[in-house]
């Protein structure tokens, strides 16, 4: 598909064209002119015969070709899939069976509730109800197998990792994102990719902390500054910026100085008169680079009829407009002086404080591969540390005897004000443990999508039962968020905050024994290439951030009240009923309306 969409963009006049224009042309050619031909073979043919067929015959001819040619093409592919099913000794994934016709209820539900459901709560109540973790959404007869079970993702991104690749479908929708960066790339271009990129993530150079220091010394600054003035701080926002400067520094070589722009102000609170404007330059390319996200996820969402909502616009071009505006000239640049570096013949070698872009240079010159390879890292690198060190802070917020020992092995190891080395960082055990607890419940990235790309099975999570057959060029999509909070993997305390789980007896019981449980960097092959930068930043951050404070609060009056969790969900389950903010996800998890908090200064500072 990913294919036919760009020769439709290669034919002169179509690359002015919406994807919903492409979709419904695609549509045209594909299904209307094959039925208006048989038409036409049928009444030609008739004529020939001496038949003249009237004309309310072949109007409804017309009408009826396009509808019953899908009903033959679903049964007929239906019935080829159960029977390679049982050729393999296996039974279909069970499915979601809603009250309407392509389960277009459950799929409406899943639209109109995203807003105020919470995370994951169509996936969970629909494995809870068919009793599998592993299940067919069947949305508008399409399969989209949904799993949570370690086996089954495990298959899929490490022992038959072949068989599963990111694929044309999610290719469409990110594309005019993510170009074909490593995260929306297969085979030998992703290799590619992946290549290029991966000598940059050595040790010594992500030991390297002195962006993240300066980065760190101007946030805490600007916290201390607003928390003097008795007001709250939205985290997310601020940590944001802090994971922003510093990637676009270690990546591009320039800081976008989001950290220098006004913080916003609370909800009910005017913003004072001599106060910046919000809306910066560097505030404008965060948000712009957040609405692209929006984009590709809500063509997710949607499955393969997202170009319907997209007849008279890309959603992505305005904002990727603004974000392109932002990194052209950085990427440009970068080519010029490796050019002008060669025409000197200075010998421009790899240093560990160079930027990814000037490593990337001497590999390529090609302006579209270095944009797509440095946007998507910057995608990949700079929402995922910010997510986990919001529900970092969160989760401290509200387990202040878990704070509290935090502070203690940052005291003893680190001391009041020294800044932390590596080796500080790989020595403490409770905070590794307070970040995995938090990326086990709030992974960055909580559902992932991959395509088979030939028929397979899946060994069943019942053992008694048949295996399951996965059909070549299924959409298999799968939740770690929801995996990482079953009871039966994890223990009955599953739901709860409780970081001796990756230190106690607990371990060896349950993560150790089978470590596919836990998976927030994802496995295999595609793993994730910054995990070691990310627990150094992440690390760095909240023993600066506990060096200077020594207590939070969540400040929920700070924030929109229309952000806020639903009376409802205090009725519900799990976590849901505890929950004080509404974690949603695009690519990357996040707190709807950002996460509102108050610190108290550490005194012997
Ligand atoms: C808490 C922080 C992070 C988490 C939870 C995380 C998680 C992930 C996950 C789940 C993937 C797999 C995506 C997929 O295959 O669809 C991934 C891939 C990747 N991550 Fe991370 N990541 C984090 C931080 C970072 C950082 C800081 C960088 C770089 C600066 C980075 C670079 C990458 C790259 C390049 C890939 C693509 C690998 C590939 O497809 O071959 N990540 N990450």
């Given at each position: 598909?990913?294919a ?17 224009v ?9 299904v209307?002119?094959?039925c ?9 043919g008739?004529?020939?015969?001496g ?13 009826v ?15 080829a899939k ?9 039974r ?7 009250r309407w016709l ?8 899943a639209?109109?509730?995203a ?12 494995t ?11 949305f508008l007869w399409?399969?989209i197998?949904v ?8 298959t ?9 690749i ?5 290719y ?19 290799k590619?990719h992946?290549?290029?990129t991966?000598p940059?993530f ?5 030991g390297?902390f ?8 101007q946030a805490?600054n ?14 997310q926002?601020?940590?944001?910026r ?5 990637a ?5 070589g320039?800081?976008v ?9 609370p ?17 404008t ?6 609405e ?22 890309d959603?992505t ?11 052209d ?8 002086k490796?050019?002008r ?5 200075v010998?421009?070698e ?8 000037d490593h ?6 090609d302006?579209v ?14 929402d995922?540390?910010?997510?986990t ?5 969160y ?53 992932n ?14 053992p008694e ?10 959409t298999v999509?799968y939740?770690v ?5 079953r ?7 599953a739901?709860?905050f409780?970081?001796?789980r ?5 371990l060896?019981?349950?993560?150790t ?6 998976m ?6 595609r793993?994730c290439?910054?995990q070691q930068?990310?627990?150094?930043e ?10 200077n404070?020594?207590s ?5 009056d ?8 639903p009376?409802e969900?205090?009725k519900g ?11 949603r ?8 309306g ?12």
């Open positions: 598909m990913g036919i969409l760009t020769d439709l963009h290669a034919i002169p006049g179509m690359s002015w064209k919406t994807p919903g492409v979709y419904l042309t695609r549509w045209v050619l594909s209307l002119l094959p208006a031909c048989l038409v036409f073979i049928v009444v030609r008739s004529s020939f015969a038949l003249s067929l009237p004309s309310w015959l072949v109007s409804t001819l017309l009408l070709c396009a509808p019953l040619g899908f009903f033959v093409y679903i049964t007929f592919g239906e019935t159960r029977r390679r099913a049982a050729t393999s000794g296996a279909m994934v069970p499915r979601v069976r809603g392509g389960n277009l209820d459950v799929l409406m539900h639209v109109n509730r807003e105020s459901d919470y995370i994951g709560q169509l996936l969970q109540t629909c809870q109800d068919i009793g599998s973790p592993t299940v067919n959404l069947w399409e399969d197998i799993t949570t079970e370690p086996n089954h993702v495990k899929i991104l490490a022992t038959d990792f072949h068989n599963y990111k694929g044309e479908k999610f469409e929708t990110a594309v005019s994102v993510l170009g074909t960066g490593v995260f929306n790339s297969d085979g030998e271009t992703w590619h992946r290549t290029m991966r940059f050595n040790r010594d150079r992500i390297h002195d962006i993240f220091d300066r980065h760190a010394d805490v600007l916290m201390k500054e607003r928390f003097r003035s008795g007001l709250a701080i939205d985290f926002d601020l940590i944001s802090f994971t922003l400067d510093s676009t520094e270690f990546l591009c320039h800081d100085h989001t950290l220098s722009a006004t913080l916003p102000y909800y009910n609170i005017s913003k004072p008169a001599d106060a910046l404007d919000e809306d910066s330059t560097p505030q390319f965060a948000r712009a680079f957040s692209a996200q929006h984009g590709i996820a809500r063509r997710n969402m949607v499955g393969q009829t997202w170009p319907l909502a997209e007849i008279f616009a959603r071009a305005k904002p990727m407009e603004l974000v392109n505006a932002f990194l000239p950085i990427i440009q640049d970068a080519i010029e490796h050019k570096s060669e025409n000197l013949e010998k421009d790899s240093a560990d404080d160079e930027a990814l872009l990337l240079v001497r590999l390529t010159t302006g591969v270095l944009k797509d390879e440095v946007l998507n890292i910057l995608l990949a690198g700079r995922t540390t910010a997510s060190l919001t529900s970092a802070i989760l401290l917020a509200l387990h202040p005897e878990a704070l509290g020992r935090l502070r203690e092995e940052i005291i003893t190891k680190v001391g009041p004000t020294r800044r932390p080395t590596y080796d500080d960082i790989r020595e403490m055990k409770f905070l590794r443990a307070v970040l995995n607890e938090t990326l086990r419940l709030f992974p960055a990235v909580p559902f999508v991959r395509e088979s790309v030939n028929d397979t099975i899946w060994s069943s999570p019942n039962e048949k295996p399951l057959f996965i059909p070549a060029g299924t999509t939740s968020l929801l995996m990482h909070r009871t039966d993997l994890w223990g009955p305390d739901q709860e409780d970081p001796d990756f230190l106690d007896e607990r060896h019981k349950y993560l024994k089978n470590p596919f449980i836990f927030p960097f994802n496995a295999g092959p793993i290439l910054g930068f990310a627990y150094n992440m690390s760095f951050m909240l023993i600066r951030l506990l060096q404070f020594s939070i609060s969540l400040a929920p700070a924030q929109d009240p229309a952000t806020l969790p009376a969900w205090a389950e799990g976590r849901q009923a505890i929950e004080r903010f509404r974690p996800a695009h690519l990357t998890l996040y707190a709807k950002g996460m509102w908090v108050k610190m108290g200064e550490t005194e012997s500072i």
